[in-house]
Each structure stands twice: as structure tokens, then as C-alpha cells.
């Protein structure tokens, strides 16, 4: 494919490269801070974008929040706090 056509395809690759390093820098504040969240915000939903963060008790509502902050939620990190992590296999 050619750089027209991704760009056409999936929009400017120089967006695209800026939106993942944000998203990467986000997941990585996340987990940074996943022990202290999960303390205080157990079983609820967390959205980070550009290190800030949101809280609500079921996925919609933190979309619905996401979207009045003006958040572009298909960039935004989300997880459920729990301390129940799946494992990864490298």
C-alpha cells in the first residue's frame, strides 16, 4: 500500500503515529498508577487521555463522561480496576 492510499484509508500517518505515542504514554500512566487507583476506585471503570483520568461504575457512563470532556474515546485508554490482571505470555 502505498502511503496515499493509508493515509486515505486510515488517515495521516503522522496523526495516526502521534495518537499511539499518546496512547502508549497513557496505558504506561495507568499502570504506573494502577495500585493507588485501585484503593480508592475498586470494580470501576477508569478513561485516561493525556494523563488525565475519569472514573465511572459501567462503561457507558465513562464514555458518556468522556464525551462531555470532549474526548476523542477512540483514543482514550480504558480499563476496569480490579486486581484481577490477566496474564501476559511474551
Given at each position: 500500500?502505498t502511503t496515499?492510499?493509508?493515509a486515505?484509508k486510515?488517515?495521516?500517518?503522522?496523526?495516526?503515529?502521534r495518537?499511539?505515542?499518546?496512547?502508549n504514554?497513557d496505558?504506561k500512566?495507568?499502570?504506573?498508577?494502577?495500585?493507588?487507583?485501585?484503593?480508592?476506585?475498586?470494580?470501576?471503570?477508569?478513561?485516561?487521555?493525556?494523563?488525565?483520568?475519569?472514573?465511572?461504575?459501567?462503561l457507558?457512563?465513562?464514555?458518556?463522561?468522556?464525551?462531555?470532556?470532549?474526548?476523542?474515546?477512540?483514543?482514550m485508554?480504558?480499563?476496569?480496576?480490579t486486581d484481577?490482571?490477566?496474564?501476559?505470555?511474551?
Amino acid at each position: 500500500m502505498t502511503t496515499q492510499e493509508l493515509a486515505d484509508k486510515f488517515g495521516d500517518p503522522k496523526v495516526l503515529a502521534r495518537e499511539f505515542r499518546q496512547a502508549n504514554a497513557d496505558a504506561k500512566f495507568l499502570e504506573s498508577r494502577w495500585d493507588a487507583l485501585l484503593k480508592k476506585h475498586k470494580e470501576q471503570w477508569v478513561g485516561v487521555q493525556k494523563k488525565e483520568i475519569i472514573f465511572a461504575h459501567s462503561l457507558k457512563q465513562l464514555i458518556a463522561k468522556a464525551e462531555q470532556k470532549g474526548w476523542d474515546v477512540g483514543t482514550m485508554v480504558v480499563d476496569c480496576l480490579t486486581d484481577k490482571r490477566p496474564a501476559v505470555l511474551l
